[in-house]
């Protein structure tokens, strides 16, 4: 936000220098981006001289030494000048010794040539008051000698470029700014004076020009004001209301317009002018659009609006959208006679969202959307008429159309001295700390037990704890002014949260397996939870206010955020094609949205730099490899879980070279395999890609086990080999499962089944229709004997008599 220093010192009395001024404004809270100086700068020692008389330089045939007259204090002065667009009686811009001139130049005591010369008499490019460096910048007005030259060139301004945050929208104006510095410097703030406008009683009628105002949705306008001015002329504004518009880069355009925006700009309340002439019905309704409704606005766009947008309406259709920007049908115009001033106060939530959604932000809806102090909108619209009929003429009429009230009540807050020193940890006394409060504008008044009551300004929506009022009074007691003081603490020694934990492992393991670590939104689009998130109820996982079109959702899985980071890698051809990121998704469960910890991964084989060796290409495998060894971080082994094969109809997945394990009760999911090849080419990437994706509860996870170290067996071990016909629907990871448990029972404890192992399967000649063989290698041994045929022989038929009997396997001989 602009504010300009000139527009400042018509409140309050300021230091001349524009540094100090900004380094207090930083202090206080508003951080100075830059600041901009126009016109000639604040210049000490640089005064109105006059030549009294020039000689030649006795050694320089274009260099004159001048006497010069400096006013009673300095007095006179020898100077060297090489400037010859001057006579003697000119009076001119003398730069003294101590001075330091635009750019750095400091100004001292020097020899020319042979010749003292006392200072320099200055063209208008070396002060700053223009482009003219050919010679002297004659006075024309001859001021008095003496007079310090920024009281004589009076036409320049700083402008300070501020950083207001979002929960001061009262300082969204030159008066908000003003109050602040006033309270930091203890000086008077001189509110501007609202006089000359006639009381409601002495007003002519305004019957026939305006005859009303209806709220329909009163949570979304609150209060709304309107002010009949008939009998105005449009024309140009008064100079001084045009340079201070143009100090911060508003272009002036007529008088009411320029007035509205000075208001604004003044005392932090948007308004609108009406042409009254455009209102149909002579009635204003504030209303709801309807779904499709269109408007054009004042920057020539026209605007589709939904039912939760808000209009300014006549009988006839849409005038302004409420709180943002106003229709050009309704607008001021050269021959505009009568006018209908609007102030009013809008839900700051609403006034948000339509910003957002239509994409049009404006000088109100930044202070409608931050909240305005509907306290404020009597002396505002006062202060408008007042400067309307200054400028345009007219009279204001009766009567003055109000509907609702101010939303906003009394506020106070509970303070105790002792807890104010407490907290700030240094001694402040009770004076210090009531006299920060009260020069807020705060009403500090005693109770019975010794603590305060503070009542807090209507414009102060920010403060609503007593930790509030403490960092009100260090801001403006200067928290340059806190003294120093050593931090004394205990250190405690504390585990990291299983979370921390989690995360921290299962980056490390990737970032060893070469890849890189990715951090994306966990807000997304609509559209691209609909193209990959399986079963997803969109209503659930869509936000009621969105910030951006594109960050509509809560985030269902990390992948596609990947995948946008892989893509953008491949087109930059940067040669990184394995990706991962942590993080927090979320699901519906059970008809509530949960959140849920999240790691995932993806690979490319496209992008690679060329090596002298070709690495092998990721695989199912090797996927569901790292998904088993990710979800081990977490406590748990997904391998205990049932593991879906990936059918047609999946948006994220190739059908068959994919697996999904999805248990709603143990809180955990895991996907693995070869993403979709028809989305992945739709977005561009080249090559296939493999990727992982494991989710659990938070609550699920568990510490990994510590592995602990196990003697191996120095005993031989003993295998066999067993054959399975099984249905090819079933997984060969099922059949694992089965064998190992039926084993681990016909070995009763004597030894122990080490390993179960796929080692083949057959589909084809000789195999019954639907079935298929899986060969299964089996590895017996004991820690502490070697193991005997006739022990091991045993083991393997009780195994096969199991699967005859418990399962519907069959053996193949």
């Known amino acids: 936000m602009k504010i300009s220093l000139n527009w400042l010192k018509r409140y309050i009395d300021l230091p001349e220098s524009p ?70 009686g000119d009076r001119v811009p003398v730069a003294i010794p101590g001075a330091v001139l635009p750019g750095g130049f400091k100004i001292k005591r020097s020899k020319l040539r042979g010749v003292e010369s006392d200072g320099m008499m200055c063209s208008g490019k070396e002060i700053g008051a223009g482009e003219d460096a050919a ?83 009163e949570e979304d306008c609150p209060l709304y004001q309107a002010t009949v001015i008939k009998g105005v002329s449009i024309g140009p504004s008064p100079d001084w209301m045009k340079e201070l518009l143009s100090s911060i880069g508003l272009r002036p355009i007529n008088n009411v317009v320029d007035v509205t925006n000075f208001v604004l700009h003044e005392c932090g309340n948007p308004m609108h002018a009406f042409d009254a002439r455009d209102i149909k019905g002579k009635k204003i309704t504030v209303r709801n659009a309807g779904d499709g409704e269109k408007i054009t606005t004042l920057d020539d766009e026209e605007r589709e609006l939904s039912s939760r947008m808000v209009v300014i309406a006549d009988d006839q259709r849409a005038l302004a959208v409420a709180g943002v920007m106003g229709g050009q049908n309704s607008e001021v115009k050269a021959d505009t006679t009568d006018l209908v001033l609007e102030v009013a106060y809008f839900n700051p939530t609403t006034i948000r969202w339509v910003s957002k959604t239509l994409g049009l932000s404006s000088d109100s809806s930044y202070r409608f959307e931050r909240g305005v102090d509907p306290r404020s909108l009597r002396y505002a619209t006062d202060r408008a008429v007042q400067l309307i009929l200054e400028t345009a003429g007219g009279e204001v009429c009766r009567p003055e159309y109000i509907a609702g009230s101010e939303p ?58 007593p930790i509030d009022l403490l960092e009100e009074v260090l801001r403006i007691y200067g928290t340059d002014k806190i003294p120093s003081g050593s931090v004394v603490a205990t250190a405690t020694g504390a585990n990291d949260h299983p979370i921390t934990e989690f995360s921290r492992r299962a980056t490390n393991y990737l970032v060893g397996q070469h890849f890189n670590e990715v951090v994306n939104y966990t807000l997304r689009s609509e559209s691209e939870q609909q193209n990959w998130a399986e079963s997803v109820s969109q209503m659930a996982l869509g936000l009621k206010n969105p910030i951006s079109e594109d960050q509509t959702q809560l985030r269902h899985s990390l992948l596609p955020g990947i995948l946008e980071t892989l893509r953008l890698n491949q087109s930059r051809k940067t040669g990184a094609t394995r990706f991962f990121e942590t993080g927090r998704v979320f699901r519906e469960m059970n008809g509530k949205v949960v959140e849920m910890i999240s790691v995932a991964f993806a690979e490319c084989s496209e992008g690679r730099p060329r090596s002298w060796r070709e690495r092998t290409a990721s695989d199912f495998y090797a996927a569901k490899n790292r998904a088993i060894i990710l979800s081990g971080f977490a406590g748990i082994d997904i391998t205990r879980f049932g593991i879906g094969q990936v059918e047609d109809g999946s948006t994220a997945w190739q059908a068959g070279q994919a697996a999904i394990i999805d248990d709603p009760r143990a809180g955990i999911s895991a ?136 399962t519907s396997y069959g053996i193949r001989d």
């Open 19 to 88: 540094k100090e001024i900004a380094d207090s404004l930083t202090l206080l809270g508003f951080e100075v981006d830059d600041m901009e100086t126009t016109g000639v700068p604040q210049l000490e020692n640089v005064i109105v001289g006059e030549v009294l008389e020039r000689q030649p330089h006795p050694d320089a045939d274009k260099l004159g030494v001048c006497r010069v007259a400096l006013g009673d204090v300095v007095g006179e002065k020898t100077i060297v000048c090489g400037a010859s667009n001057y006579k003697v």
């Open 135 to 217: 010679g002297l910048l004659i006075l024309e007005s001859r001021p008095d000698l003496g007079t310090p030259i920024n009281d004589v060139l009076t036409d320049s301004d700083t402008v300070f470029n501020l950083e207001v945050t979002p929960n001061r929208p009262d300082c969204l104006s030159h008066i908000g700014i003003a109050r602040e510095l006033a309270a930091w410097y203890q000086r008077e703030l001189r509110y501007p004076e609202v006089d000359g406008v006639p009381a409601p009683g002495e007003r002519p009628s305004g019957s026939g020009i305006f005859e009303g105002v209806s709220v329909q949705c």
């Open 408 to 465: 906003i009540g009394e506020k106070e807050i509970e303070l105790s001295p002792d807890w104010v020193r407490a907290k700030a940890g240094f001694e402040i006394s009770d004076d210090q700390i009531r006299g920060s409060l009260e020069r807020l504008d705060m009403v500090v008044s005693e109770e019975n037990d010794g603590d305060w009551l503070v009542s807090i300004p209507s414009y102060r929506g920010d403060l609503d704890r």
């Open 671 to 806: 996907e693995f395999g070869l993403m979709n090849l028809e989305r992945i080419k739709a977005m561009d990437i080249q090559g296939d890609v493999m990727a992982g994706s494991f989710c659990l509860l938070p609550e699920r996870l568990k510490a990994a086990k510590r592995v602990k170290f196990q003697a191996f067996s120095l005993f031989p071990s003993s295998s066999k080999d067993l054959a399975l016909v099984v249905d090819q629907s079933e997984l060969a990871s099922g059949v694992v499962r089965s064998v190992e448990k039926i084993a681990q029972k016909a070995t009763q404890g004597a030894f122990d089944l080490e390993s179960i192992d796929v080692f083949d399967v057959y589909e084809g000649e000789g195999m019954p229709e639907g079935k298929k063989s899986v060969a299964l290698s089996m590895v017996f041994r004991s820690s502490e004997r070697t193991l005997k045929d006739k022990e091991v022989n045993k083991a393997f038929e009780a195994i096969q008599a199991s699967i005859r009997e418990k």
